[in-house]
């Protein structure tokens, strides 16, 4: 036999050389949640592993993150009840905390790059992304909403902002309003195939933030159309994106490869609440190896040339690979 690829596999040197995919802690963004109060810190029973943080809690932690070389960070807000109403006002409150938060990072450690969530639900009774009106989510009305959260949040010190609402016209409503608001340099991390997953319970559970009634389907991608991907890229583009995310990750890997491949923007992954809790319950059960697992499951989202990877794991990758994988 001439052609023996077993002796490109030999040795680890070799198959490190030979080695077609890397994975860096640059590529990696760590999901956190926060709530108001001080020195809290819940883990989340459906994500054994991930904690609530009160501002407190999370600066440690995020500092703890930084001195691992982890320096990528999207943070979601868990919202008491008695702050929401039917078009989340307090989403730009100036006594917002998740605001107040975002401005005591960027104070405390300027070089981490912060990441916003932009969507009604945290801050909405009704628990949807956007402005309900006799049961129907409406679609142009809910744009001033997010624009106004999204000024709020520049002003806080985001480094990107990621509507993640699924509202035609959006990125471009908001593009609009940053610039003309002086954030020209606020960029959009836009939440650009996100699918009506069933994966994202344990993410729910953290900010209490499910539908009171009916669910996303109408604004949220169909998990059976992929075509449609690029017509929301193509948008997002046209109004003003830096970087397009597909959400969930290891369930539209193909979704992943297919934007990237007719897209020059950075394409972003989430590896999403449910996708992270399944590997991890099987660990945890000692069905599978978590030192193996976790890292291939990372590595086969990098495989579809995903620039960056949303992952609850991005911690402990730091921990485990220093150097990368």
């Not at 344990?202 to 996303?216: H, I, V």
Request: proline residues 5%.
């Amino acid at each position: 036999m001439l052609r023996r690829p077993r002796r490109n596999r030999q040795s680890a040197a070799i198959r490190g050389m030979a080695a077609e995919t890397h994975l860096t802690v640059q590529h990696l963004v760590f999901p956190l949640f926060v709530l108001d109060g001080a020195n809290i810190r819940t883990e989340i029973h459906s994500l054994p592993g991930i904690f609530r943080f009160s501002p407190d809690n999370l600066f440690r932690e995020i500092e703890s993150c930084m001195e691992l070389g982890l320096r990528n960070f999207v943070v979601f807000p868990a919202v008491a009840d008695g702050l929401k109403d039917t078009t989340a006002t307090y989403s730009y409150s100036p006594d917002n905390f998740y605001l107040k938060m975002a401005r005591a990072i960027k104070s405390r450690f300027p070089e981490c790059c912060l990441i916003s969530d932009v969507a009604m639900d945290p801050y909405s009774s009704d628990g949807h992304d956007g402005l309900v009106r006799n049961g129907e989510i409406v679609n142009d009305d809910s744009l001033p909403i997010l624009a106004q959260m999204s000024v709020a949040q520049a002003e806080a010190g985001f480094d990107l902002l990621g509507p993640s609402d699924m509202m035609d016209g959006r990125v471009g409503f908001i593009r609009q309003e940053l610039d003309k608001q002086g954030f020209t340099k606020t960029g959009i991390l836009a939440y650009t195939a996100k699918y009506a997953s069933a994966m994202y319970g344990p993410f729910r559970d953290a900010l209490d933030s499910a539908p009171k009634s009916g669910d996303k389907k109408s604004y949220q991608m169909n998990p059976a159309n992929k075509r449609e991907a690029l017509i929301e890229a193509e948008l997002d583009t046209l109004e003003g994106a830096d970087m397009l995310m597909v959400k969930p990750a290891l369930h539209y890997l193909d979704v992943i490869h297919l934007l990237k491949e007719n897209s020059r923007l950075p394409i972003a992954a989430y590896h999403v609440s449910g996708e992270c809790a399944m590997l991890r319950a099987a660990c945890n059960n000692g069905w599978l190896d978590f030192g193996r697992a976790m890292p291939e499951a990372l590595l086969s989202i990098r495989r579809t040339n995903a620039d960056v990877i949303l992952t609850y794991f991005a911690k402990e990758f730091a921990m485990m690979f220093p150097g990368g994988v």
